[in-house]
């Protein structure tokens, strides 16, 4: 699919559908190939990587994250 640069603008739908169809998509400005839009490929294993730092550890993540938010008591 070829599309102007004005189309990317106003039309930006459209192409995300025709993205999720597997479609590149060429984008033109003032009658030049500038860009092409090619949708990614979804992951076959969806893994967090925010917590990829935890991935060893035996505790579980919401244990320690709820003792870091307990808060301190100050005995004076």
């Known amino acids: 699919m070829i599309v102007t640069a004005k189309d990317l603008r106003f039309k930006i739908s459209e192409l995300f ?13 003032r009658g030049k190939a500038k860009a ?12 967090d990587v ?14 320690i994250v709820r003792e870091m938010r307990k808060g301190r008591s100050f005995d004076l």
Request: proline share 3%; net charge negative.
């Open 36 to 47: 092409k839009l090619v949708g990614l490929e979804e992951p076959s294993e969806k893994e």
């Open 17 to 29: 559908n025709a993205l999720s169809k597997k479609e590149e998509i060429i984008i033109t400005y």
């Open 50 to 63: 925010a917590f990829g730092i935890w991935r060893d550890k035996e505790e579980d993540v919401n244990t």
